[in-house]
């Protein structure tokens, strides 16, 4: 089992930023790709950006440029710095781990990201 943990959501005006936090524990050594997926009102969950077990990572077209994620090994964290933030980008952003091996997807419960003036 792996418990994740987000924090870092909330509200921010348009072309502001926010940096979201992961931390993971539990069965961390079977994980081979991490990642932030969010799921607006009224959409399907969609990747946000992935990063897999040797550093190769993976945006979404909207992400691309103005998201960047990276990972703390020593804090079993995961980061999604997010830039020139929009309001398309309120949603709820959820942390996944997934353990392919055991085709496992671990979910954090979400932080509520929202854009507004």
């Known amino acids: 089992q792996v418990q994740l943990v987000e924090s870092g959501g909330g509200l921010v005006q348009p072309g502001g930023s926010l940096r979201l936090s992961c931390t993971a524990s539990?069965?961390?050594?079977?994980?081979?790709?991490c990642g932030w997926f969010r799921q607006a009102p009224g959409k399907q969950r969609e990747l946000v950006a992935a990063?897999?077990?040797?550093?190769?990572?993976n945006y979404s077209d909207s992400a691309k440029g103005r998201f960047t994620i990276s990972r703390d090994n020593a804090e079993n964290t995961v980061y999604l710095q997010m830039n020139s933030l929009k309001p398309e980008d309120t949603a709820v952003y959820y942390c996944?781990?997934?353990?392919?091996?055991?085709?496992?997807?671990?979910w954090g419960k979400g932080t509520l990201v929202t854009v507004s003036s």
């Open positions: 539990g069965s961390i050594w079977s994980i081979d790709v």
């Open positions: 990063m897999s077990k040797g550093g190769t990572t």
């Open positions: 996944n781990y997934r353990a392919s091996s055991y085709g496992i997807n671990y």
